[in-house]
């Protein structure tokens, strides 16, 4: 199994590394928008199985009007 699609390069789209065999994680399980500036994301590792939590913290941009 391959995972070469662009998709999974695009910029801004969250990948890690799991933390117990560096395995790249390129989907969160589930992610939980804390509020404008946090997100949460839960992976889990498809080769170890290890399960993980990380907090995303944006710079607090300025609202432009549109
Ligand atoms: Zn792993």
């Known amino acids: 199994m391959q995972l070469q699609s662009q998709s999974a390069l695009r910029p801004g789209r969250p990948t890690t590394e799991c933390a117990q065999c560096f395995q790249r994680i390129y989907a ?3 992610s939980e928008y804390l509020d404008d500036r946090h997100v949460r994301h839960l992976w889990a590792c498809d080769a170890c199985g290890y399960q993980f939590e990380t907090l ?11």
């Open 28 to 30: 969160a399980e589930w």
């Open 56 to 66: 995303v913290t944006f710079p607090a941009y300025p609202r432009t009007a549109a």
